[in-house]
């Protein structure tokens, strides 16, 4: 065979093999469904944050800088004496006040926020009442723990796929096939954590109070969820 045949077969025989591959392909993704299966169980929070905040306005800035650094060291080295409770310091920002025509700064407003974290409940609670003898509420949260949220997320990761091999069955028994083969699947976590706000009510209270109570506290729960996302061919009799 001459070199010019030789070329043109081998041609050929590659022009087939192209075209025969998206037909393969085509092929291959007959019968195939994509399909979602969510399992998700309620957790009670055990994770409580709390934000404070110390704000003041003088018309000298570094009186006022002063001022709010004192009273956020003080509230600092009260917290960290509290056992189980972590602290770290927050947004600090300050801006000039104008006068009314905008063209002159009359006065200058502060404010630093301190962050508080605990599992321990009481021990938090108590603290924050302390502190809003000479801080101001920001905010009082509640959340799920990382580590608990994955040992959740861990535990509910059977049911996921269980959940998800019994809706394969059923669209392949809706379909009429004899069996299924996976062709792909995805775990993923997740979970809607709603923030669960202290009602500003209580935290007047607290602060008004010559005594620093210890407010009751109702944490609430989010619910984790895995959800199993995957693909399935059935097949066909």
Do not use: C
């Amino acid at each position: 065979m001459s070199s010019q045949a030789q070329t043109a077969s081998a041609l050929g025989l590659t022009l087939a093999a192209l075209i025969s591959q998206p037909l393969l392909a085509e092929e291959a993704r007959y019968n195939q469904v994509a399909l979602r299966a969510e399992v998700s169980q309620e957790v009670a929070h055990d994770q409580m944050q709390v934000s404070l905040y110390s704000e003041a306005q003088d018309k000298d800035p570094a009186k006022l800088a002063a001022q709010i650094t004192q009273t956020i060291n003080q509230a600092l080295t009260q917290a960290r004496a509290s056992k189980g409770v972590t602290v770290s310091l927050g947004n600090r920002n300050s801006y000039p006040i104008y006068d009314g025509d905008n063209r002159k700064i009359s006065a200058w407003r502060e404010r630093a926020e301190l962050r508080l974290e605990s599992a321990d409940f009481a021990a938090l609670s108590q603290l924050t009442g302390q502190l809003l003898q000479q801080l101001k509420m920001g905010n009082m949260s509640f959340s799920i723990a990382s580590a608990t949220q994955k040992k959740t997320e861990d535990a509910l990761l059977q049911d996921a796929i269980n959940a998800f091999k019994a809706r394969a069955q059923l669209a392949t028994n809706a379909l009429g096939g004899k069996d299924y083969k996976l062709v792909s699947l995805s775990l993923n976590g997740g979970g809607f954590q709603a923030p669960m706000p202290m009602r500003m009510g209580a935290m007047k209270s607290m602060a008004e109070a010559d005594a620093a109570p210890t407010p009751e506290i109702e944490a609430g729960s989010s619910q984790v969820s895995v959800n199993a996302d995957g693909v399935i061919e059935v097949l066909m009799p």
